[in-house]
Protein backbone atom coordinates (compact mmCIF):
# COMPACT_ATOMS: atom_id res chain seq x y z
CA UNK A 1 0.00 0.00 0.00
CA UNK A 2 1.25 3.61 -0.94
CA UNK A 3 1.89 6.35 2.14
CA UNK A 4 -0.04 8.74 1.41
CA UNK A 5 -0.20 12.27 2.95
CA UNK A 6 -2.28 14.99 2.53
CA UNK A 7 -1.16 18.58 3.54
CA UNK A 8 -4.39 20.58 2.21
CA UNK A 9 -7.81 18.85 3.05
CA UNK A 10 -10.56 21.38 3.95
CA UNK A 11 -12.59 19.65 6.65
CA UNK A 12 -16.26 21.76 5.70
CA UNK A 13 -15.40 20.28 1.82
CA UNK A 14 -14.65 16.75 3.48
CA UNK A 15 -17.80 15.42 5.33
CA UNK A 16 -17.95 12.05 4.34
CA UNK A 17 -21.38 10.82 3.31
CA UNK A 18 -21.74 8.48 6.19
CA UNK A 19 -21.14 11.10 8.73
CA UNK A 20 -23.75 13.27 7.09
CA UNK A 21 -26.45 10.60 7.12
CA UNK A 22 -25.54 10.84 11.16
CA UNK A 23 -25.74 14.08 12.07
CA UNK A 24 -28.73 15.34 9.78
CA UNK A 25 -30.86 12.05 12.25
CA UNK A 26 -29.42 13.78 15.16
CA UNK A 27 -30.22 17.12 13.88
CA UNK A 28 -33.91 16.22 13.19
CA UNK A 29 -33.40 17.08 9.44
CA UNK A 30 -35.40 14.46 6.93
CA UNK A 31 -33.13 11.38 5.65
CA UNK A 32 -31.76 11.70 2.04
CA UNK A 33 -30.33 9.09 -0.34
CA UNK A 34 -26.62 9.85 -0.87
CA UNK A 35 -28.14 10.35 -4.64
CA UNK A 36 -30.10 13.41 -2.79
CA UNK A 37 -27.55 15.17 -0.86
CA UNK A 38 -24.79 14.51 -4.05
CA UNK A 39 -25.99 18.17 -5.55
CA UNK A 40 -25.55 19.46 -2.24
CA UNK A 41 -22.65 18.25 -0.93
CA UNK A 42 -20.64 17.48 -4.41
CA UNK A 43 -19.71 18.94 -7.75
CA UNK A 44 -20.58 17.60 -11.38
CA UNK A 45 -17.92 16.89 -13.58
CA UNK A 46 -19.15 19.87 -15.64
CA UNK A 47 -18.87 22.43 -12.62
CA UNK A 48 -19.36 25.37 -14.36
CA UNK A 49 -16.62 27.71 -12.18
CA UNK A 50 -15.43 28.51 -9.05
CA UNK A 51 -19.00 30.38 -7.76
CA UNK A 52 -20.52 26.73 -8.14
CA UNK A 53 -17.91 24.84 -6.20
CA UNK A 54 -18.15 27.22 -3.54
CA UNK A 55 -21.92 26.94 -3.29
CA UNK A 56 -21.15 23.10 -2.16
CA UNK A 57 -19.90 24.31 1.40
CA UNK A 58 -23.19 25.88 2.43
CA UNK A 59 -25.07 22.91 3.62
CA UNK A 60 -22.24 21.32 5.66
CA UNK A 61 -21.28 24.23 7.36
CA UNK A 62 -25.23 24.09 8.47
CA UNK A 63 -24.00 20.52 10.47
CA UNK A 64 -21.12 22.33 11.90
CA UNK A 65 -22.52 24.78 14.43
CA UNK A 66 -22.19 22.36 17.82
CA UNK A 67 -19.06 21.41 19.13
CA UNK A 68 -20.26 17.57 19.32
CA UNK A 69 -20.84 17.73 15.77
CA UNK A 70 -17.36 18.82 14.91
CA UNK A 71 -15.82 16.62 16.80
CA UNK A 72 -17.40 13.83 15.32
CA UNK A 73 -16.23 15.36 11.93
CA UNK A 74 -12.65 15.26 12.52
CA UNK A 75 -12.55 12.08 14.10
CA UNK A 76 -14.77 10.58 10.92
CA UNK A 77 -12.77 11.99 8.67
CA UNK A 78 -9.57 10.56 10.28
CA UNK A 79 -10.88 7.40 10.37
CA UNK A 80 -11.74 7.38 6.42
CA UNK A 81 -8.23 8.78 5.75
CA UNK A 82 -6.24 6.19 8.09
CA UNK A 83 -8.20 3.50 5.94
CA UNK A 84 -7.26 5.02 2.40
CA UNK A 85 -3.31 4.65 3.28
CA UNK A 86 -2.91 8.13 5.02
CA UNK A 87 0.09 8.21 7.08
CA UNK A 88 -0.16 11.77 7.81
CA UNK A 89 -3.03 14.66 7.29
CA UNK A 90 -3.06 18.15 8.05
CA UNK A 91 -6.97 19.16 7.78
CA UNK A 92 -7.82 22.90 7.94
CA UNK A 93 -11.25 24.78 8.50
CA UNK A 94 -11.64 28.75 9.69
CA UNK A 95 -13.21 28.78 13.41
CA UNK A 96 -15.04 32.42 12.54
CA UNK A 97 -17.42 29.90 9.93
CA UNK A 98 -18.82 28.06 13.14
CA UNK A 99 -19.75 30.27 15.79
CA UNK A 100 -23.03 31.02 14.22
CA UNK A 101 -25.29 29.09 17.34
CA UNK A 102 -22.68 30.63 20.03
CA UNK A 103 -19.68 28.62 19.85
CA UNK A 104 -16.38 30.81 20.02
CA UNK A 105 -13.55 30.48 18.01
CA UNK A 106 -11.55 28.41 21.01
CA UNK A 107 -14.94 26.28 21.53
CA UNK A 108 -14.66 25.48 17.88
CA UNK A 109 -11.18 24.38 17.69
CA UNK A 110 -11.56 22.68 21.12
CA UNK A 111 -13.91 20.42 19.67
CA UNK A 112 -12.22 19.77 16.70
CA UNK A 113 -8.64 18.74 19.19
CA UNK A 114 -10.77 16.72 20.78
CA UNK A 115 -11.91 14.63 17.56
CA UNK A 116 -8.31 14.35 16.91
CA UNK A 117 -7.64 13.13 20.43
CA UNK A 118 -10.65 10.35 20.42
CA UNK A 119 -9.17 9.30 17.04
CA UNK A 120 -5.56 9.10 18.05
CA UNK A 121 -6.82 7.05 21.60
CA UNK A 122 -8.54 4.47 19.65
CA UNK A 123 -5.46 3.91 16.93
CA UNK A 124 -3.23 3.45 19.42
CA UNK A 125 -5.03 0.88 21.36
CA UNK A 126 -5.42 -1.28 18.25
CA UNK A 127 -2.76 -2.94 16.86
CA UNK A 128 -0.67 -0.51 14.00
CA UNK A 129 1.61 -3.00 11.56
CA UNK A 130 3.66 -2.54 9.08
CA UNK A 131 1.05 -2.67 6.86
CA UNK A 132 -1.39 -0.35 8.40
CA UNK A 133 0.58 2.41 10.11
CA UNK A 134 -0.57 4.70 12.29
CA UNK A 135 -2.09 8.46 11.14
CA UNK A 136 -0.77 11.34 12.43
CA UNK A 137 -2.49 14.44 11.79
CA UNK A 138 -2.52 18.43 12.78
CA UNK A 139 -4.94 20.92 12.35
CA UNK A 140 -4.32 24.41 10.57
CA UNK A 141 -6.65 27.28 11.08
CA UNK A 142 -7.64 29.51 8.16
CA UNK A 143 -8.26 33.33 8.20
CA UNK A 144 -10.75 34.25 5.50
CA UNK A 145 -10.88 36.86 2.97
CA UNK A 146 -13.61 39.08 3.25
CA UNK A 147 -14.88 42.10 4.73
CA UNK A 148 -15.44 43.61 8.13
CA UNK A 149 -13.98 40.45 9.66
CA UNK A 150 -10.83 41.66 10.40
CA UNK A 151 -11.22 41.13 14.18
CA UNK A 152 -12.09 37.41 13.81
CA UNK A 153 -9.21 36.96 11.71
CA UNK A 154 -6.66 38.50 14.18
CA UNK A 155 -8.97 36.10 17.21
CA UNK A 156 -8.25 33.23 14.43
CA UNK A 157 -4.50 34.46 15.21
CA UNK A 158 -4.50 34.51 18.88
CA UNK A 159 -6.32 30.98 18.85
CA UNK A 160 -3.79 29.10 16.45
CA UNK A 161 -0.76 30.46 19.08
CA UNK A 162 -3.27 29.40 22.04
CA UNK A 163 -3.10 26.21 20.96
CA UNK A 164 -0.05 25.68 18.40
CA UNK A 165 1.59 22.18 19.79
CA UNK A 166 -1.84 21.28 21.34
CA UNK A 167 -3.48 19.93 18.02
CA UNK A 168 -2.88 22.99 15.82
CA UNK A 169 0.29 23.30 13.98
CA UNK A 170 -0.64 26.30 11.64
CA UNK A 171 -2.45 29.14 10.22
CA UNK A 172 -3.77 29.62 6.78
CA UNK A 173 -5.53 32.30 4.58
CA UNK A 174 -8.58 31.28 2.71
CA UNK A 175 -11.45 32.52 0.55
CA UNK A 176 -12.01 34.39 -2.45
CA UNK A 177 -8.75 35.50 -3.27
CA UNK A 178 -9.02 37.40 -6.69
CA UNK A 179 -11.66 39.66 -4.90
CA UNK A 180 -9.78 39.94 -1.68
CA UNK A 181 -6.17 40.35 -2.42
CA UNK A 182 -3.56 38.64 -0.48
CA UNK A 183 -1.93 42.56 -0.06
CA UNK A 184 -4.61 43.31 2.39
CA UNK A 185 -4.21 40.81 5.00
CA UNK A 186 -0.73 42.38 6.39
CA UNK A 187 -1.62 42.35 9.78
CA UNK A 188 -3.03 39.06 9.97
CA UNK A 189 0.68 37.72 9.17
CA UNK A 190 2.11 40.48 11.43
CA UNK A 191 0.50 38.79 14.22
CA UNK A 192 1.15 35.57 13.16
CA UNK A 193 4.96 36.38 13.40
CA UNK A 194 4.78 38.02 16.59
CA UNK A 195 3.54 35.48 18.00
CA UNK A 196 5.50 32.91 16.38
CA UNK A 197 2.93 30.97 13.99
CA UNK A 198 4.36 29.17 11.01
CA UNK A 199 1.35 30.14 8.47
CA UNK A 200 0.59 28.99 4.30
CA UNK A 201 -1.14 30.98 1.99
CA UNK A 202 -3.71 30.16 -0.51
CA UNK A 203 -2.26 31.79 -3.47
CA UNK A 204 -1.94 31.46 -7.34
CA UNK A 205 -5.06 30.09 -7.76
CA UNK A 206 -7.71 32.17 -8.55
CA UNK A 207 -4.94 35.41 -8.33
CA UNK A 208 -1.55 34.92 -10.02
CA UNK A 209 1.98 34.99 -9.57
CA UNK A 210 2.01 38.65 -7.78
CA UNK A 211 -0.60 36.78 -4.76
CA UNK A 212 2.58 34.30 -4.62
CA UNK A 213 5.20 36.78 -3.97
CA UNK A 214 3.01 38.62 -1.62
CA UNK A 215 2.64 35.68 0.48
CA UNK A 216 6.38 34.91 0.50
CA UNK A 217 6.93 38.64 1.50
CA UNK A 218 4.77 37.62 4.65
CA UNK A 219 6.96 34.63 5.46
CA UNK A 220 4.46 32.18 4.27
CA UNK A 221 6.38 28.31 4.61
CA UNK A 222 4.15 27.10 1.93
CA UNK A 223 1.84 27.98 -0.35
CA UNK A 224 -1.76 26.66 -0.94
CA UNK A 225 -1.91 25.32 -4.77
CA UNK A 226 0.62 27.85 -6.48
CA UNK A 227 0.18 26.56 -9.40
CA UNK A 228 -0.25 29.88 -11.62
CA UNK A 229 3.56 30.67 -10.20
CA UNK A 230 4.35 28.99 -14.05
CA UNK A 231 3.28 32.06 -15.35
CA UNK A 232 6.30 33.73 -14.14
CA UNK A 233 9.76 31.98 -14.64
CA UNK A 234 11.35 34.39 -12.08
CA UNK A 235 9.13 33.00 -9.57
CA UNK A 236 9.19 29.71 -10.43
CA UNK A 237 12.96 29.81 -9.73
CA UNK A 238 12.92 31.15 -6.51
CA UNK A 239 10.43 28.76 -5.54
CA UNK A 240 13.00 26.00 -6.37
CA UNK A 241 16.09 27.70 -4.92
CA UNK A 242 13.97 28.56 -1.85
CA UNK A 243 12.14 25.07 -1.92
CA UNK A 244 9.07 27.00 -0.91
CA UNK A 245 6.52 23.85 -1.24
CA UNK A 246 2.83 23.91 -3.29
CA UNK A 247 0.22 22.21 -1.93
CA UNK A 248 -1.23 21.48 -5.66
CA UNK A 249 -4.63 20.07 -5.89
CA UNK A 250 -5.15 18.43 -8.95
CA UNK A 251 -8.92 17.55 -9.20
CA UNK A 252 -10.31 20.58 -7.07
CA UNK A 253 -7.97 22.96 -10.10
CA UNK A 254 -10.05 21.17 -13.12
CA UNK A 255 -13.17 21.64 -11.24
CA UNK A 256 -12.95 25.50 -10.62
CA UNK A 257 -11.86 25.55 -14.32
CA UNK A 258 -7.98 26.60 -14.09
CA UNK A 259 -7.00 23.77 -16.60
CA UNK A 260 -9.09 22.05 -19.24
CA UNK A 261 -8.65 18.79 -18.58
CA UNK A 262 -5.95 16.36 -16.15
CA UNK A 263 -3.52 16.32 -19.05
CA UNK A 264 -2.89 19.85 -18.75
CA UNK A 265 -1.88 19.51 -15.05
CA UNK A 266 1.56 21.20 -15.08
CA UNK A 267 2.50 18.73 -11.93
CA UNK A 268 5.53 17.50 -13.92
CA UNK A 269 6.52 20.89 -14.99
CA UNK A 270 7.07 22.12 -11.39
CA UNK A 271 9.08 19.03 -10.66
CA UNK A 272 11.45 19.44 -13.57
CA UNK A 273 11.57 23.20 -12.23
CA UNK A 274 12.73 21.81 -8.89
CA UNK A 275 9.96 23.09 -7.40
CA UNK A 276 8.85 21.17 -4.25
CA UNK A 277 5.32 20.65 -5.68
CA UNK A 278 2.80 18.17 -3.35
CA UNK A 279 -0.47 16.44 -4.39
CA UNK A 280 -3.80 16.73 -2.27
CA UNK A 281 -7.01 16.66 -2.56
CA UNK A 282 -8.51 20.25 -1.19
CA UNK A 283 -11.70 18.92 -0.56
CA UNK A 284 -12.78 15.08 -0.75
CA UNK A 285 -16.88 15.66 -0.52
CA UNK A 286 -16.69 18.64 -2.66
CA UNK A 287 -14.25 17.22 -5.38
CA UNK A 288 -15.66 13.46 -4.65
CA UNK A 289 -11.74 12.40 -4.83
CA UNK A 290 -9.38 10.92 -2.15
CA UNK A 291 -5.95 10.86 -2.14
CA UNK A 292 -4.79 7.73 -3.75
CA UNK A 293 -7.50 8.79 -6.87
CA UNK A 294 -5.67 12.10 -7.33
CA UNK A 295 -2.35 9.99 -7.96
CA UNK A 296 -4.49 7.32 -10.05
CA UNK A 297 -5.86 10.39 -12.59
CA UNK A 298 -2.29 11.82 -12.87
CA UNK A 299 -0.88 8.41 -13.98
CA UNK A 300 -3.77 7.96 -16.08
CA UNK A 301 -3.47 11.02 -17.80
CA UNK A 302 0.09 12.42 -17.92
CA UNK A 303 1.58 9.31 -17.06
CA UNK A 304 2.81 9.85 -13.76
CA UNK A 305 6.13 7.69 -12.67
CA UNK A 306 6.48 5.93 -9.93
CA UNK A 307 9.68 7.56 -9.27
CA UNK A 308 7.83 11.36 -9.81
CA UNK A 309 4.95 9.61 -7.26
CA UNK A 310 8.03 8.74 -4.57
CA UNK A 311 9.36 12.42 -5.03
CA UNK A 312 6.11 14.09 -4.31
CA UNK A 313 5.64 12.28 -1.57
CA UNK A 314 9.03 13.11 0.02
CA UNK A 315 8.02 16.59 -0.99
CA UNK A 316 5.18 16.04 1.40
CA UNK A 317 7.31 14.73 3.96
CA UNK A 318 9.79 17.13 4.04
CA UNK A 319 6.72 20.59 3.86
CA UNK A 320 4.57 18.97 7.22
CA UNK A 321 4.29 21.67 9.67
CA UNK A 322 5.84 19.12 12.01
CA UNK A 323 9.04 18.61 14.02
CA UNK A 324 12.20 16.70 12.26
CA UNK A 325 10.95 12.83 13.68
CA UNK A 326 7.50 13.14 12.17
CA UNK A 327 9.68 13.92 8.85
CA UNK A 328 11.82 10.83 9.62
CA UNK A 329 9.20 8.34 10.54
CA UNK A 330 7.53 9.58 7.18
CA UNK A 331 10.72 9.68 5.26
CA UNK A 332 11.40 6.04 6.71
CA UNK A 333 7.86 4.73 5.40
CA UNK A 334 8.26 6.26 1.55
CA UNK A 335 11.46 5.03 0.97
CA UNK A 336 9.42 1.11 2.16
CA UNK A 337 7.26 1.23 -0.56
Do not use: W
Not at 82 to 97: D, K, N, S, W
Not at 257 to 275: C, N, S, T, W
Amino acid sequence: MKRLIDLHVHLDGSLPYETVHKLMKKEGLPAKTDTELYPLLSVPEDCRDLNEYLEKFDFPLQLMQSAGNIEQIVYDLLTVQRAEGLVYTEIRFAPQLHCQQGLTQAAVVEAAVAGLRRFEKEQYSCTCTETTPELHAGLILCAMRGAGNEEANLETVRVAAKYLGKGVVALDLAGAEALFPTRDFEDVFSLARELEVPFTIHAGEAAGPDSIRTALAFGARRIGHGVRALEDAALVKELAEKQIPLECCPTSNLNTKMFPDMAHYPIRALLEAGVKATVNTDNMTVSDTTESKEFVKLEQAIGLTAAEEKQLLLNAADAIFGGEDEKARLRKLIAEM
